[in-house]
């Protein structure tokens, strides 16, 4: 208690500048307990009526009994003749920091609530929804998969569903990406007919942050959203309760606007006024903190992002020396990303730190984390785990797109086998070209072998091969044996499975780049085909490392997509998402600036000429 009282001059009396906001940050990570003393004094909050949402006529339409809309605030519905309490709907108004009624913070539509969520959607005049759940999701008390949220939109496009009232909803268009989804909706109630975007973010689960850079990329695009509708109502957040991920993606958008127009923060008093608003909105500490740590990760990287049609300028740009600092802009976005890099702990990459997964590690730096590697099943013998030292990275529309590895050692080649198979990966890219040696052990048929057997289970086949400028390729089918008892006994088959391995000739070891970019562009472009013509499981990705070179790859994939999906080069971003689950990639300043080169050349080469 002497502690905390020693700390409360630290608790900000008002908004925080910008040019102080990282001093508070690196305050409250010097004394842990800041946060908490904080959250707990802006969370105390008030304690209004509740009466309407406790009427025994609503009780189903509240998915949580505790997270209810206080009676002062909450959206009244234009109530429906005939029906008592036809106007409550668990959904309060909350003011944002610049402007009044600026959200609409909602519990997510469970089976009684669906009509009642589109009535309030068209009466509020409300263009764009934001949804920050899955529809199921795991949580903490159950460890079964849950519902958070109904669907309450149609599955298929132009296909127009009713939900228990008279507002007609079709689906218009619908867009995947790796973090998020966007669909267009049409609503239709008698002759008016209104357009919806509909923002859904799927990679925050319950009781988690999201990655910061992600959700600010995504909080970019719901902006761009809200612009095409001039007369737009609150904007709508929802998550499952409405509350905790409600609230803190509320609190950092108010915030973020607050930079913008005033150049403060003001976290601390603008948490208060939420949970004022609306009952747990920003749910706990982690989720306080993250919500500091998202503004700092804005603040800090500040735009990233140019059009597509700049890129010739930006890139000349870039090169130009600042003549009082002596760095280019490629080195100071570097620097940035290399500052705000994850660091992982031995607890958190536990799985490659055992004593039995030691010795299946080239070496102790690039251990995974145990979260985001990829854990193999194929029963190999009783000695086998389930470890190998790789990684998943995101894509731009997929996550888990790639899978980073290092160049298998001869006890490891059985496992890498089992990461292909048990990971469906149809297209292995090989970034290094290695003569075959002890160190290096060919890992796949020689041009001369038909077959090739490695350890108990997997037999390679080469079922064709072919050599271009600079890429050699071979399809190869991999076949399983079953060894484990259990699935021996219970007539398991294992099923054949075929694989594309592409392999780089013209990166030379020792080379930071390879002696040709058009050719890895090529390359990129033919694991592309491949994927279209037979699945989109990940691309494995090999150097002789598992951190040099394949990073270049899954950063100028990311970038080279979301020019084709937005018109927009962000290799800043891009970089980020790389290096998140494996620091080490993009491993230098060079690497970083061939990511440019690359997407570069892909524009001048490719763009808008399929």
Known sequence: MHEDAKLMPLIPKGAIESSNFLKHLALLRKYEVLAKIEFQIATKGENHSTRHATKEANELKN????????????????????????????????????????????????????????????????????????????????????????????????????????????????????????????????????????????????????????????????????????????????????????????????????????????????????????????????????????????????????????????????????????????????????????????????????????????????????????????????????????????????????????WPMTHTVPDFWSLVYDHDCNSIVVLSDHPPSSNYPQFYPSEKEKSKKFGPVFTIETVSHSTLPNIKSWIFRILKKVVSLTELMSGVKAEPKTTQLFLITCWPLGHKVPTSTNSLVELMNMVERWRQRTSFGPVLLVSSNGRARVGVYCAASIAIEQAIEHEEVDVFTAAKVVRRHRPQLVENITEYKYCYDLLLNYIMNYHHKE
């Open 63 to 406: 998915s949580y009994k505790k997270m209810i809309p206080y009676d002062y605030n909450r959206v009244v519905l234009e109530a429906l003749p005939g029906v008592p309490d036809s106007d409550y709907i668990n959904a309060s108004h909350i003011d944002g920091i610049l402007k009044p009624n600026a959200y609409i913070a909602a519990q997510g539509p469970n089976e009684h609530t669906l009509g009642d969520f589109w009535r309030l959607v068209w009466e509020q005049n409300s263009h764009v929804i934001v949804m920050l759940t899955k529809v199921f999701d795991f949580i903490r008390v159950s460890p079964c998969l849950q519902v958070m949220c109904d669907r309450y939109w149609p599955l298929d496009v132009d296909h127009p569903e009713f939900y228990g009232g008279e507002i007609e909803v079709i689906l218009l268009s619908e867009t995947t990406l790796a973090n998020y989804n966007i669909r267009t909706m049409q609503l239709k109630k008698g002759e008016e007919v209104r357009k919806v975007s509909h923002l859904h973010y799927v990679a925050w689960p319950t009781h988690t942050n999201p990655f910061a850079c992600a959700l600010l990329d995504f909080r970019r695009r719901v902006k761009s959203y809200i612009a095409l509708y001039p007369n737009n109502g609150p904007l709508i957040v929802h998550c499952s309760d409405g509350c905790g991920r409600t609230g803190a993606y509320i609190c950092l958008d108010s915030n973020l606007d607050l930079a913008e127009e005033d150049g403060v923060y003001d976290v601390f008093g603008y948490t208060k006024s939420l949970r004022s608003a609306r009952r747990g909105m920003v749910e706990d500490v982690n989720q306080y903190r993250f919500i500091y740590e998202a503004l700092e990760e804005s603040l800090i990287s500040g735009q990233t992002w140019f059009p597509v049609s700049q890129i010739s300028q930006r890139l000349k740009h870039k090169s130009q020396k600042n003549p009082i600092t002596r760095q280019n802009e490629y080195q100071r976005e570097y620097e940035k990303i290399s500052n705000t890099s994850a660091k992982f702990t031995i607890g958190d990459r536990a799985g490659g730190h055992r004593l039995e997964n030691r010795d299946k590690n080239r070496t102790i730096s690039t251990v995974p984390p145990d979260n985001f590697r990829p854990y193999l099943s194929s029963f190999q013998s009783n000695d086998s785990t389930d470890y190998i030292n790789a990684v998943f990275v995101d894509g731009y529309l997929r996550s888990k797109e790639f899978i980073v590895t290092e």
